[in-house]
């Protein structure tokens, strides 16, 4: 599966691998010295949870993206992934068809996702006893005026190259204005942004 997946992160524009681990503990070095590094993490790794992982490279790196790997499909194990900060959560039969497609989205929007844990997403929030994303205030004021331009760009869904056009910015300073959002307001990743916003 790593050699599968290696071979199409070579394939796909503008990616290349910098290296493959059995666990998060070996990958950290790598994690920690890359400047904008995509993280594809099995949530299931060699004797650990790569879920349990993940805070620990976003403590590294705030800059990584993390995509889980799964053939995990249920609403507890995505929720949890979310939860500590995953980026995107990918089925393995998907990331193999298309994960070329789903690096460039990872680019665009921030966040990616297989039909199959969208639709789980879906009919878990619209089930009546939905609880598990709970409401919470959010103080905006410790925001910065340019932080909250961003904020309201991010809410509407636009990525990260549309923002930086529209505020006359570049991408890398837009990358940082949300990390710096995404710690004051106590979130790790969009996803979960998304969800205390609505």
């Known amino acids: 599966m790593r050699d599968a997946l290696s071979q199409m992160v070579n ?4 990616h290349t691998v910098a290296g493959t681990f059995s666990s998060v503990a070996s990958a950290i070095h790598t994690i920690n010295v890359s400047t904008s590094p995509v993280v594809l993490l099995d949530v299931h790794l060699d004797n ?3 879920i349990e992982g993940i ?8 800059f990584a993206k993390i995509v889980m790997l799964s053939s995990d499909c249920s609403i507890i194990t995505i929720i949890e992934a979310f939860r500590m900060g995953a980026d995107g959560y990918l089925l393995k039969e998907d990331a193999i068809m298309m994960l070329g ?5 990872l680019n665009r929007y ?5 039909p199959g844990v969208v639709s789980a997403l879906i009919l878990h929030a619209i089930n009546p006893r939905f609880n598990n994303l709970q409401k919470s205030e959010m103080d905006f004021t410790v925001l910065t005026k340019t ?10 869904g636009a990525d990260y190259q549309t923002i930086s056009v529209r505020l006359g910015s570049t991408r890398n300073t837009i990358n940082q204005h949300v990390q710096r959002i995404y710690r004051k307001l106590g979130v790790s990743s969009r996803a979960e942004l998304m969800a205390k916003l609505r």
């Open 147 to 156: 932080e909250r331009m961003v904020l309201n760009e991010l809410s509407a």
């Open 101 to 105: 497609d789903y690096l460039r989205d």
């Open 110 to 114: 921030d966040t990616v996702a297989s």
């Open 11 to 14: 394939l796909a524009a503008n």
């Open 55 to 62: 805070r620990e490279i976003k403590r590294v790196n705030p």
């Open 48 to 50: 650990e949870l790569g």
